[in-house]
């Protein structure tokens, strides 16, 4: 509903305008009648309306000066002016004013219904451009954080009127997560000081913000999206100085966004900080190390270890994938124990996917579960074989060699160890393959190709495609994330 006030001196005259219009039947609705201007004045500066009705004949101001301080008021609010007066100095000041009419009274009901519907016909208009204006700068503002080009940048610059040389007005990205109620922080970005555009990117706005840093603070202190316990974090991004890095600062922007709701961050004001510490990759433990700390844990014991963990983690800012990579190694370690088939790809998969850290908690005690639950011995003759991988991973084993040096039968030595293992001879063997490849990736520069055949593949694009199914990355993704080069 459009808001309306009407300002007349004659209290009758106010009386009778609510009862000569169906206001809600138009879509309006008469929120104040008042005889006082200089009252009329104070309620404004309170309380935004759509449209003013304003007698030019009053004793307390006269017509024209209201008008004109009511309009400075709210500079987009629609004016009617009424008068008894034929005096062209009214109709002037009304028209100065930008009124939609001017209506001599005794009023005529139909006229001023009339009048009404050219003010919301106005109101509309203005929306719409209003809207157009807005997805205009929205998509200026998104191309502008994705573009490579120089020159194309540049002109995007100078469209948004940003100003890098100015250290008083500095530029930088806020990101505000999931508001709730989207529509108050939109027509508060809309009506904002030193908000030069905004887009939104899934349920979150992505701000681009310039001003001092008392601005800074007057924006965040007057945001409907209150910083508290229940709100989602808004993020303060650090100052951009050159059109150039723009896009870094998008990106880290939308790493953190990403991690936050990836660790289930629920609330609070956070500035993303550049220095030395900010730019510090956590490095992920390497198998042999995992293993060894996960020896003889029990359930409760692995559950603490696991979670602090990623707590350390998370402190240290660690990205969703570096902490996905982390629960990926502990899922290796944990299969050794498994003989249930299928149990360590499922898992892959689900790791992957989770989109919260809880879930991936959720998903490594499962696998613990499993694992203490599955008390089986293996046999003379698999824990033979298995003795065989360890010592020769680096020959080319096969189960009919294998078989032929036990003195078994392939098909016999095959089923037996499945059935031992809950996994194929030829799992088993990529399996511990990948295994000496983790400890190898994560202890030295050694060339990728070179461990490859080091650990018994001759074909390297075999064993990148074994490692990727084994462990979900691939091996120079995991190097990455144990803080080795390639």
Known sequence: MLKVMIVDDEYMLLRGYRKIIDWNSLGLELAVTEQNPAQALEILRHEPMDILISDMNMPEIDGPTFVAQAKNIRPNMELIVISGYSDFDYVRAGLRQHAVNYLRKPIDTQELVETLRGAIAQIEQRHVQLQNDNLAKQLQVRALLMENSEEKRAKLVQQLQLDFLDPKQIIRLIGVLNPLPPEELADYLNNAANICGYFTRNKDYIILFQGSNIALNNFVNHAPQRVGDSHRPMLIGTAITTPSALPHAYEKLKTEIARQYFFEISAGLQVLVENEKSNEIPILPGYSEVKKAMSGLDQEAFKDWFLKQLQQLEAAQAT???????????????????????????????????????????????????????????????????????????????????????????????????????????????????????????????????????????????????????????????????????
């Open 320 to 486: 969703d994938i570096l902490v996905r990579q982390f629960a990926l190694i502990v899922l290796m370690v944990l299969s050794e124990r498994l003989s249930i088939m299928n149990v360590k790809s499922r898992a892959i998969a689900a790791i992957n996917e989770a989109t919260v850290v809880s879930k991936i908690v959720q998903i490594i005690m499962t696998v613990f579960e499993q694992t203490t639950e599955d008390k089986r011995k293996f046999s003379h003759n698999v824990l033979a074989t298995c003795r065989i991988v360890e010592q020769r991973y680096r020959e080319a084993l096969s189960l009919s060699s294998v078989a032929e040096e036990l003195h078994l039968n392939p098909v016999y030595l095959g089923q037996l160890f499945k059935q031992d293992t809950g996994r194929s001879f030829s799992q088993y063997l990529n399996d511990y393959r990948t295994n000496i490849a983790l400890d190898m990736l994560h202890n030295s520069n050694l060339d990728v190709n070179y461990i490859a055949t080091e650990v018994g593949y001759q074909n390297q694009s075999y064993f990148y495609k074994i490692f990727k199914q084994q462990t979900g990355m691939t091996p120079l993704e995991y190097r990455e994330g144990a803080g080795m080069t390639s």
